[in-house]
């Protein structure tokens, strides 16, 4: 089956022109199968990256109701949040919530007045409420411990692909030869990768709100927009490897937040000094120096291509073609946008660290803000210290790229 972009019209549009986004000499003809021992990506089989939402959402539910929340509660002793079933349920504060979580200070007199209540007691109600819709510990167990499955088994299910593939560290085979036959296992890499993105954006609507939502809104976009690039223009390698290099913290990560919220504070906290070396020689050393490099040097190299890093004399005298690549361009100037968002998260986690180690408190301004607010009726107890740290951690998605 060919793609529904390998055409001769294709290649002449201005959207998909094969100058733009294939090597030179290559059409989109050319990634039509030729044989059926021989598969190339194509476009239309994104489709199947819904199949991956659908076992995505399938698999979440499952474990996160019916192996995490067993394990929190007869383990961990977790309990429930009984204040959704209490003597707190009250019709007028409930509709005046329901318009505005934050009275004012006159509105919240009133209705003591009206209800024959102390205005301490209505403010205390506010606050309960307000709290009901952030998630519970038992809540956060549960979908740390599903996010902690999923990036262990994609990681390693990556890390056997590269493994499997040769490219890393001899990233030049990330190029050639091209079109690369796809075998069904790194196609279902991808399609669930992309799923598990897909499924993410919507989610960022309905969880609670944090300073950076709209920042990882963004990410999730970005991310899915250069997975599937990437594969519609058959460089599923340095794809492959981006998205397994970025993810490389996320296991410890999330492993390290369900430890936490399982009070396993003292496994917990090493679990932080390995994440920041995984983050250091993932983000700050391989990105930059194997895959950056090989996506911004070595796939010109590899297609003789002008290379605007090596002398144009040199080029010339080399016959090097300079054709108009728009996938060089774009993808491209996005993982430098990643490069530049890990240094600037990098800064944060130094931050941490250092407040850490002077005995500070390690404040998380990305958290959110109501939780933070009410953590301060509990005190600025060493869990919550913890999970500041943690949260800010955990939304460092690396990964991802935004990139791919």
């Not at 044989?35 to 990256?49: G, K, N, R, T, V």
């Not at 920041?276 to 990105?287: E, H, K, P």
């Not at 800064?347 to 407040?355: E, M, Q, S, T, Y």
Request: include cysteine.
């Amino acid at each position: 089956m060919s793609s529904n972009l390998s055409s001769d019209s294709s290649c002449d549009s201005i959207i998909w022109n094969c100058d733009r986004w294939l090597p030179p000499t290559y059409t989109w003809r050319t990634l039509d199968n030729p044989s059926p021992d021989i598969s190339y990506a194509h476009a239309y089989e994104l489709y199947f990256c819904l199949v991956g939402v659908v076992v995505l959402f399938s698999l979440r539910y499952l474990i996160q109701n019916y192996i995490a929340e067993p394990i929190a509660l007869n383990y961990f002793h977790m309990k429930r949040n009984s204040f959704r079933k209490s003597r707190w349920n009250n019709p007028l504060l409930e509709k005046t919530f329901r318009n505005n979580p934050y009275p004012t200070k006159s509105s919240v007199q009133d209705m003591a007045k009206k209800l024959d209540f102390d205005v301490e007691k209505v403010n205390r109600w506010f606050s309960r409420r307000r709290r009901l819709d952030q998630p519970t510990v038992l809540d956060k167990f549960k979908q740390y411990f599903w996010k902690t499955c999923y990036h262990v088994t994609m990681f390693t299910w990556g890390s056997y692909m590269i493994y499997q593939e040769g490219i890393f560290p001899e990233t030049m085979k990330c190029w050639k030869p091209y079109p690369m036959h796809i075998p069904r296992g790194l196609f279902w890499f991808y399609m669930i990768q992309i799923g598990y993105y897909v499924k993410e954006i919507p989610m960022h609507v309905f969880e609670a709100k944090r300073k950076d939502t709209v920042i990882m809104f963004t990410h999730h976009v970005l991310t899915t927009l250069l997975l599937s690039g990437s594969f519609i223009t058959n460089f599923l390698r340095i794809g492959l490897l981006v998205v397994v290099v970025h993810d490389a913290m996320d296991p410890f990560a999330y492993t390290a937040k369900v430890l936490h919220y399982a009070k396993c504070d003292h496994i917990a906290r090493p679990m932080v000094a390995v994440l920041f070396t995984v983050l250091a020689v993932t983000r700050y050393y391989i990105f930059p120096f194997y895959v950056l490099r090989s996506s911004l040097v070595e796939l010109l190299l590899a297609y003789g291509c002008y290379n605007p890093f090596l002398p144009m004399s040199w080029q010339q005298e080399h016959a090097y073609s300079i054709p108009y690549l728009s996938y060089y361009s774009i993808f491209n100037g996005m993982l430098l946008v990643l490069l530049v968002f890990s240094v600037l998260w990098g800064v944060g986690f130094a931050k941490i660290g250092l407040r850490i180690a002077r005995g500070l408190t390690a404040q998380d301004n990305r958290s959110e803000t109501e939780v933070s607010s009410d953590d301060s009726l509990e005190g600025n107890s060493v869990g919550n210290v913890l999970r500041r740290e943690f949260t800010f951690i955990m939304y460092l998605l690396c990964v991802q790229y935004i990139v791919t």
